[in-house]
């Protein structure tokens, strides 16, 4: 909203809010006055004013708890093996009994491209929009079957319910068996059921590039549609070719779109009981898509195929992440208004009323790494500034490109890289320069060449180090632009490059570095914010909630803040430089709190590995002056309760932590309740409760809480 203003006197003012159908103002906020002190405004002048949210008394603003659980890791005696939709309705009656008003799940689409336990992965989705089949209650489908039927159901539920965790591999293929079956004998009526066709036609657009995506998948048993011959290329005449109802393909695409239809059933299903109980879901948005998914094959033009997405290192990954998607076009993607991203909200608002948006930042820049790469560490920010030639020289650094950006590699270092093989990796890997240097050959030249060596004793002996040896470098060229344009390598400090750097010169580069990440990109990330979060804002009316942690730009705030969506703030992850932990009562009303997310340790876990640490939290949290090695029931409880009396809008809880302040019913091994672990990739994501939902129902020492 613009006002025109008077120079030279101060501005107060306060906000409202206004009743357009009476036409009056229905309250004004809490508090002092705002205040613009003595503005000085031209003619032409404009300020802009970032407020904080709209104030009342903190009596006065809604407060809220909530529990964070993945679908797949809910027990039940009903379940196959593993979560399922209808697995939600007994954790909402749970929720409601024991307070909680929300209910946080990690993303649920699609991730069927191997086949393998690497599909358990839930943020490599093959499609954005499709809803994973392993989420499907097969007793639920109304169908008559055989009685022997119903008794293989039942023995391959007992089997798999009885796994500590989640076989992925086996429940799959139990509910693909089972679906086939049903399949077998009822897709006439299938096909032909109003229903059906009204799921299809209400969701073509992306349901049936998804269905026949799945097709060529098994048909090529590959989903890297690189490799599919004819159908490499997305093709959308051949596609209406192949799904209409004569074509000898149509009754296996319907298998797909049937399946869609049904979990789109059960989960709408749920959503309605929670919605009985006042109790709301909350979704969670992946940043980036698989590389070898219907998004990607079908409009390729709109992502990076040739740079895949991550983090930069931090204390939980120190060679940073790579997540292997690539990154988006966001050039592209703005000349239509950003449709694809509108279209994926309409789509997540039809399920859930909040969304978490994981990895926020990337809206504003997003970690790319070459697909010539493999560690996290070896990318840099798209887009940003990068630092051209010249300013080497202004600082005055001569610029060294060997030096600077070929992997530095010495006869010391190889002895403690390698140890015992650094002959063999000489003779075999490494050629010497003429300085006394050491270079690897061209067939290992990069991370992703040494990756797919093959797996033999010796090769997986010195994997590690060859790969460390290539990141062994201060910049990285800025491709395309011959030599003229260079990005600073995330965490040089640590590595021999930077290390065996003269004094003076060190300084400089460290000057440099410094200005890179931590100054002269703010401006122009914030514009990147502006640019993007409004369109996602206005795509739909659920309330967004934004994962800032890592790198955080100082813009991130403001910009989050103005555009009404939530922060994230963890306990174990200060944003404060200096500080070992953030104190949820100075959490902003306009954020989320939480003791840990499915990426770290539970408190259990992380209480239990570092003495030390564990004692600064109890001195620093509770004035304790001493901390016992196992986390008792009664201190995970006070954890709860500093969030629980946070000022901020929602605090949400793993159930592990929640289940932590019951020392009867807890699991008995804290380590086994790990979800994630983000250094490893691939990780097995497995963990399911050790109890069932009726047995949480049921558990009153803690419920009565």
Known sequence: MAVDLKAGADLEYKYGLYDCREGRVAELEQAENRLIHSPVIADDQVTRVNDEAYRRYPHELFHGAGVAVPVFSLRSEESLGVGEFADLKPLADWSAKTGLKLIQILPINDTTSSHTWTDSYPYSAISAFALHPIYLRIQSLDFPMPEEFHLRVEESRKLLNALPQV????????????????????????RSHPLFRKFVADNREWVIPYAVFCVLRDRFATADFSRWGEWSVYDAAKIEELIAEESKDWPEVAYHLWLQCELDRQLTDAIRHLHSLDIILKGDLPIGIDRESVDA?????????????????????????????????WGVMKQDGYAWWRSRFAQLSRYFDAYRIDHILGFFRIWQIPVEQADGI??????????????????????????????????????????????????????????????????VATQRQIADLEPTEENERVRAALLDCV???????????????????????????????????????????????????????????????????????????GVDLGMVPNCVPGVLNETGILTLEIQRMPKVPGTAFFKPEHAPYMSVVSPSTHDMQTLREWWAEDEHLRGVFAWEMFGLPSAPADLSGEIAARIIDQHLRSPAMWSIFPLQDLLAMDEEIRHPDAASERINVPAIMPYYWRYRMHLTLADLLRADSLNGR
């Open 167 to 190: 076989g992925y591999e086996s429940v799959m293929q139990a509910k693909r068996d089972f679906t086939r079956e049903i399949y077998f004998i009822h897709g006439q009526t299938i």
């Open 297 to 329: 094959w079908s409009a390729p033009h709109l992502y990076k195929m040739g740079s895949q997405t991550g983090a930069p290192p931090d204390a939980f990954a120190v060679k940073g992440q790579n997540w292997g998607f690539p990154t988006y076009d």
């Open 378 to 443: 070896m990318g840099w920010f798209d887009p940003a500034l990068a630092i051209p030639l010249e300013e080497f020289a202004e600082r005055g650094i001569w610029f060294d490109h060997e030096r600077f950006c070929v992997p530095y590699i010495t006869g010391d270092s190889l002895g403690e890289r390698f140890g015992a093989d650094a002959a063999m990796v000489k003779e075999r890997f490494l050629t010497e320069t003429p300085e006394g240097k050491w270079r690897l050959n061209p067939e």
């Open 471 to 545: 990141s062994e470098v201060l910049f990285f060229e800025v491709p395309g632009s011959q030599g003229r344009e260079f990005h600073p390598r995330c965490a040089m400090q640590g590595i021999r490059s930077y290390l065996e750097l003269e004094p003076d010169l060190k300084w400089r580069i460290e000057e440099l570095y410094n200005d890179y990440f931590y100054r002269r990109q703010e401006d122009f990330w914030q514009k990147q914010g502006y640019e993007k979060l409004p369109a996602m804002r206005h795509a739909s009316d659920m309330l967004l909630c």
